[in-house]
């Protein structure tokens, strides 16, 4: 199965600051996802990045607080702008993973923001 | 639309009983459905899914989910638990590509 290096695992940021980050994949993968997991809360998708288009945004998130890059087929960022408290969260990126017929979860970048 | 419900937010359960987690989705098209686990701590692992055929779906540390058309269920179950299965279990539905998580069951085992 796909093998995802997600980095950092964790870091505590000053509110209005930016963190960027990032996810590596050992294969090629079409689509790469971004969920939030707030504090006891189950997953929520973020945005869905497409190489060499745009990404897709679920309702309620937008482009400006969380830019995604996703330069190749292999690598994709997620960057949380101007951050504040309830940006709290874990960041988990995620992967169609043909070989396991489901998906497949880096392990996550835990987010504090003071 | 699609959308998956748990309904219990935490089962508490002693250790060797068995246990049910619920799932219930919503969808007006083939469902493809899929229940993880989540230790403390750490990631999401994919524990089992449905896809297509038997409707039984079982797991290597002894897990099996139905999948129930007529219900629109997808229940997780386990004969006997452990202390080690203490982790939050989350039902999702494939929604477009996208996976759709259902509110999470917090699982706790005690001895």
């Known amino acids: 199965s796909a093998v995802i290096s997600q980095k950092p695992s964790r870091d505590i940021c000053q509110r209005g600051t930016s963190l960027t980050i990032q996810c590596q994949v050992d294969?090629?993968?079409?689509?790469m996802f971004w969920y939030r997991q707030q504090p006891g809360q189950s997953l929520t998708l973020i945005a869905t990045a497409n190489q060499g288009s745009e990404a897709t945004y679920e309702s309620g998130f937008v482009i400006d607080k969380f830019p995604i890059s996703r330069p190749n087929l292999t690598f994709s960022t997620l960057t949380v702008s101007n951050m504040s408290p309830e940006d709290s969260s874990i960041y988990l990126c995620?992967?169609?993973?043909?070989?396991?017929?489901?998906?497949?979860f880096g392990s996550g970048t835990r987010l504090t923001v003071v | 639309a699609q959308s998956v419900t748990q309904l219990d937010s935490q089962v508490p359960v002693f250790e060797e009983a068995p246990v049910e987690l619920r799932c219930n989705y919503s969808s007006s098209v083939s469902v493809y459905l899929f229940w993880y686990v989540q230790y403390p701590n750490q990631g999401l692992q994919l524990l089992l899914k449905?896809?297509?055929?038997?409707?039984l779906v079982e797991s290597i540390n002894g897990f099996e989910a139905e999948f129930n058309k007529s219900q629109t269920s997808f229940h997780l179950r386990k004969p006997s638990v452990h202390i080690s299965d203490t982790a939050e279990y989350f039902c999702a539905v494939r929604k477009s590509d996208k996976l759709i998580f259902g509110t999470g069951t917090r699982l706790q085992v005690f001895p």
């Open positions: 449905y896809l297509s055929g038997s409707t």
């Open positions: 294969s090629q993968v079409t689509m």
């Open positions: 995620s992967v169609e993973d043909p070989a396991v017929y489901g998906y497949t």
